[in-house]
Structures are given as structure tokens and as C-alpha cells.
């Protein structure tokens, strides 16, 4: 395994080829104090201004709580984070707009319209839109004054959102366009002032991005969705009958929309990975308060070992979560700072630098909105009966994590997207997967990785080292197998998505564990790292092994499986201890906060 080059920041996608330097890799522990104090604020209204009106917003029957709340965050300076301080914005560095999208999380509908609203809708503009629509439009998006929506997804369109029907016609004196079409499942559409519209122009294969203002002739609407979760989120149907706009209104260049679209999406999908983040804390600490107060054969349920197992599970996987988010978010700001020294533009610097990362945007997304849905479900279970109950606080978060496995592109579509992209490096030689994984497979020698307690961190970066060479095995051995035939294998392609979910979550677990221990000595850090070893061990082996065997023959599959377990092959942990040691360490704190755990 190669020692990552210290010259140059790392490259998306790269962590699989390198072993990483952990003093290169960023942890949430490294933010300093005014991104700390931005996060204060922020936790401070939240605290004042949405979480106490959770509830009425829920119930749909205060629909102007989350526009007004939308104002409120503006006048803050929460709405224009990632946007210049000529446009009236903070010009924040990505990895604090990712903080305060992590802090957000917490809040349900309201977070859903804030993420709309700050991704989807305003970003189009920002990286797109000429001198004059960023100069009418921008300034009144990050004041509140403007709410903003993105109207992509159609009856017939969803993950193949290039295949949308809606159509875009220039008038014959071309001065406008006529737009016809029909969206679905548009966030904020009840209330926004402009929307972000994706049609085709005549004919054209691919899809162009429009600004359509509120308020046009023709532009109709279904009455609110009726949904699962978020439920005080506007979604809406969108029709557009004949809308004409000034063709000064097209964003970007012609069929550069279905570019767009994907740009923004990569930033909301690793948005959405520290979206859930705060989610995540708030139903720990209400199920370590919950645990510790109910009663049962005489003594509290905190006592028990199969709330202690859940609690760690709990805490560990939204650990990991902050870790992989944290890590990737200033892998992305590194890039983002090299561009522009090498030249570029903030915007240039910004695309070029977050499409380098898809892998890791994807990684984010898959991992964040599944841990999301594990910690709720483990949270209702300590509540037991009354965890089903509304009057408990573990409803809400339930029906609401729900969504995050489906938008931003469904976890399947992004599996896809994960090897695909990586595929697509590999043949462009941006990054030399297909080299080293031959030599892998010409080399065939499985060593096992030998444990060392008193070298802890060092022989557990041994394993990962190993687990890539495993991967790239299985993935050089499925390329040549399927050769262009591979993307049609989706079951093998998610299974080759898991192991390199599995190694990044691995590694960025250990690496943020190694960091803080060598500045604190903290215990529990060891047992932490050994919690994600042990779990994510099983499912790289399970993921690696149900790959070979859907296409293998017997005696390759059983070669294969061989060098499987040998690379899976490391030291048996006292997993029930380490995970009461971790449950304990946060019951006595009585929380899983979002800074100053490990003191």
C-alpha cells in the first residue's frame, strides 16, 4: 500500500489506493473556535425559535411557521453560508456549512426546507447563473426575503431524471420560452418564490435548467402531499401550462441541465451524510435519558446488556458518521484551495473540487441516511411500548428518517454511482485502480495482519491496508469477468459499493480514534476504534464473498473466498465488553454531544 503523497491534497476516491496520514485527516474535534461559535448560535435558535414549534409545524396546520422560520435564519446569517459576501453571504468554508447542516438535522421538516432551500434551490445559481440573475436574485435568497424551490423529479423521472417530459419552447421572436410540464414531490413548492425548473428545449437530448418566478400565468398546483414523514415539509406537484419567461431566465448554457442537476446533487448528498447527524444525537441522548429513568425488575434499563448493546451501536455508527462526513468535507476544501491557487475561479474551484469527491459525496449519503434509520429504530425499541406512542419523542424522528434512504438519489442509484464512477476514473487513468488491482491479483499472496495491543493503531492500519487489497481483488476480478457487461450486474456492483463503504467508514473511524488518543489518552477511544473494526470486518467479508460467488466458478470462488478470509482474518475482540465499556463512558455523561466527548 502506497504513502499518500503529502505535496498535493488527496484525490476523490484515492483513499482506496493509499494509506492515509492522520495528521491529514481533518475530525470535528479540529474545528476551531469561531466555527464553534457559529455552531452555538445556530444550536441557540433552533433551540429558541424551531424546536419548541416542532410540533405545530408537524401538524400542517401553521403553514407559514417554516417560511417565517426561513426568514428568521436568514436575518442570522444561516441561509447564505456558502455564498459571497458581495451577494450578502458569509462566504463560510464547506466544511462549516456542512457543521451547521449537521446541527440542523435535528429538526425534521423544518431541516428539509432548510436544505431545499440553501442546496438545491440556491446553488443553481450561484455556480450557474449569469452576473445579472445572481445579482436579482441571491441577495433576496440569502436575506429570506426570496424562498427558493428545485423542480427536477416528474411522474415518469426520477432516478432517470434525463428522461423528464417537460418541454421548453423559444418563441419565435425569442424573446421567451413557453414551458409545459408537470413535477412531483417538489420541497418547499407551497411557498417558494422562484423555482429552479428542468425541460427540455425542442428536441435536445438532454435537459436545461430555467428560473421560473412565482406568481406567472399558467403555473398550477396539487394541495399538499399527504406523507410518511416530514409531513410539515411543503411538497407539492407542480404543473406548468404554457409559462412564459424572458429567455434572459435559462440558467447555465443549453442542456446543461442535467449537468447542473448532478453537480448540486453531489452536494447534497454529502450534505445529507451530516444532515442526519443531529438527528442522530438527539435520539441518543433521549434514549440514554430514557434508559436510565425507566424501571424495570427493580432497577434501571441503562443496567441491562442488551441496552447497553444498543446504545453503543448507536454511538459508534454516528461516530463513524461524523467521522466519514468531517473527513471527506475537508478533503473537499483542501481541493477546493488548491484549484484556486492553481488559477480557477471560487465557483470553478468549488464544481471541479466536489465532482473530484462523488465517491466520497455518495459514501456520506448511503451511510448517513442508513445509520439515520438503525438509531431510530434502536430508539423506539428502548422506549419500548411507549416508543410507539406519539407522545413519546421517538415518532417523529422515525417517520422522518424514512426519506433519506430515497432522495438525493436513491441508496441503490448511489451504490451504482460509487463503482460506476470509479470504473470511469480507472479507464481515464485518473486514478490507476485497475494497475494496482492486477498486480493484487498477479501477486496472490494473502497474508494475514497480525494484532498488536501495544502497537494498537498501527496493526489495525495493517488491516485496512489489507482490506484494500481485498477489495481491489474482487473489483479487478469483477471487471475482467463482466468487462462493459459490469454495469448491468447491479447486484454485484452493490456488494462491490458495500466493501469500499465498509473500508472508507473503517478507516476514517480509526484514523479520527488514533487523533484524538494521541491528544487525550482516552480509553475509550481503543474501544471504539475495536467496535468499528468488528462490525465493519463482517461486512466487508459478507459484502466480498456474496460478490465472488454470484458469478465465480467453485474452485475460483473457493480460491477466492480463501484470500477473503485471510484479509478478514483479525484478532477475535471481546466485542460485549468493549461495547458495555462504551455504553457506560456515555451513561455517566448522560449524552452524546456534539463537541467534547472525549476530554
Not at 399558467?218 to 406523507?227: A, L, R, S, V
Request: charged share 25%; hydrophobic share 35%; with cysteine.
Amino acid at each position: 500500500m502506497n504513502k499518500e503523497n503529502n505535496s498535493k491534497s488527496v484525490i476523490g476516491g484515492e483513499f482506496l489506493l493509499n494509506e492515509v496520514d492522520v495528521s491529514k485527516v481533518f475530525i470535528m474535534e479540529d474545528f476551531n473556535e469561531e466555527q464553534r461559535m457559529m455552531a452555538d448560535s445556530c444550536n441557540d435558535f433552533l433551540e429558541k425559535e424551531v424546536i419548541p414549534v416542532t410540533e405545530k409545524i408537524d401538524s400542517k396546520e401553521h403553514p407559514e411557521l417554516i417560511p417565517e422560520l426561513l426568514t428568521k435564519s436568514g436575518e442570522l446569517g444561516l441561509l447564505g453560508l456558502s455564498i459571497g459576501e458581495e451577494y450578502g453571504g458569509m462566504n463560510m468554508s464547506f466544511n462549516t456549512s456542512m457543521l451547521i447542516a449537521d446541527i440542523v438535522g435535528i429538526t425534521g421538516s423544518f431541516s428539509t426546507a432548510y436544505g431545499a432551500h440553501t442546496g438545491i434551490a440556491t446553488l443553481p445559481i450561484k455556480y450557474y447563473g449569469n452576473n445579472s440573475q445572481k445579482e436579482k436574485y441571491l441577495n433576496g435568497l440569502v436575506s429570506g426575503e426570496l424562498k427558493g424551490a428545485y423542480c427536477l423529479t416528474e411522474p415518469d423521472s426520477g432516478s432517470d431524471a434525463n428522461s423528464g417530459k417537460s418541454r421548453a419552447i423559444l418563441s419565435e421572436d425569442k424573446s421567451k420560452y413557453i414551458i409545459n410540464g408537470q413535477k412531483m414531490w417538489i420541497s418547499n413548492g407551497g411557498f417558494a418564490d422562484l423555482f429552479i425548473v428542468f425541460a427540455k428545449i425542442d428536441d435536445d437530448k438532454n435537459l436545461t435548467a430555467f428560473i421560473v418566478e412565482k406568481g406567472l400565468d399558467g403555473i398550477n398546483m396539487n394541495p399538499e402531499e399527504e406523507k410518511l414523514g416530514i409531513k410539515g415539509s411543503s411538497t407539492r406537484q407542480i404543473f406548468f401550462n404554457d409559462v412564459e419567461i424572458s429567455s434572459k431566465n435559462i440558467l447555465g448554457n443549453r442542456e446543461e441541465g442535467f449537468k447542473i442537476a448532478l453537480n448540486v446533487l453531489n452536494i447534497g448528498r454529502i450534505k445529507l451524510g451530516a444532515g442526519v447527524l443531529g438527528g442522530c444525537r438527539g435520539v441518543i441522548d433521549h434514549s440514554i435519558n430514557y434508559s436510565k429513568e425507566r424501571i424495570q425488575f427493580n432497577v434501571p434499563i441503562a443496567s441491562f446488556g442488551a441496552i447497553k448493546y444498543k446504545i453503543s451501536n448507536m454511538i459508534v455508527k454516528t461516530f463513524s458518521c461524523e467521522s466519514i462526513c468531517y473527513r471527506a468535507g475537508d478533503d473537499i476544501e483542501q481541493k477546493i484551495k488548491e484549484f484556486k491557487e492553481g488559477g480557477k475561479t471560487l465557483n470553478e474551484s468549488e464544481l471541479s473540487a466536489i465532482e473530484l469527491f462523488s465517491v466520497e459525496c455518495a459514501i456520506c449519503k448511503i451511510y448517513g441516511s442508513e445509520i439515520l434509520d438503525y438509531v431510530v429504530d434502536e430508539g423506539v425499541q428502548i422506549y419500548g411500548g411507549m416508543g410507539y406512542s406519539e407522545e413519546a419523542p421517538m415518532a417523529r424522528p422515525y417517520r422522518d428518517a424514512r426519506i433519506s434512504r430515497i432522495y438525493e438519489g436513491t441508496n441503490e442509484i448511489n451504490r451504482m454511482l460509487i463503482v460506476g464512477t470509479l470504473l470511469k476514473k480507472s479507464i481515464k487513468n485518473e486514478i490507476n485502480l485497475f494497475k494496482k488491482a492486477m498486480e493484487v491479483i498477479k501477486d496472490g499472496k494473502f497474508n494475514n495482519v497480525v494484532y498488536s495491543s501495544d502497537n494498537h493503531f498501527k496493526s489495525s492500519q495493517k488491516l485496512v491496508n489489507s482490506l484494500k487489497d481485498c477489495f481491489l481483488y474482487i473489483f479487478g476480478k469483477a471487471a475482467m469477468h463482466f468487462n462493459d457487461k459490469i454495469k448491468s450486474e447491479q447486484e454485484v456492483l452493490m456488494n462491490i459499493a458495500d466493501v469500499i463503504i465498509s473500508i472508507y467508514v473503517l478507516e476514517s473511524t480509526l484514523k479520527r480514534c488514533e487523533k484524538i488518543y494521541s491528544n487525550t489518552k482516552n480509553s475509550i477511544m481503543i474501544d471504539i476504534s475495536k467496535a468499528s473494526i468488528y462490525t465493519n470486518l463482517s461486512l466487508i467479508k459478507h459484502h466480498s464473498v456474496e460478490s465472488v460467488i454470484s458469478y465465480m466458478d467453485k474452485d475460483d470462488a473457493n480460491k477466492t473466498i480463501e484470500y477473503i478470509n485471510s484479509c478478514t482474518n483479525f484478532e477475535n475482540f471481546n466485542i460485549k465488553e468493549i461495547n458495555r465499556n462504551i455504553a457506560n463512558y456515555f451513561l455517566e455523561k448522560n449524552s452524546y454531544s456534539l463537541f467534547n466527548n472525549f476530554k
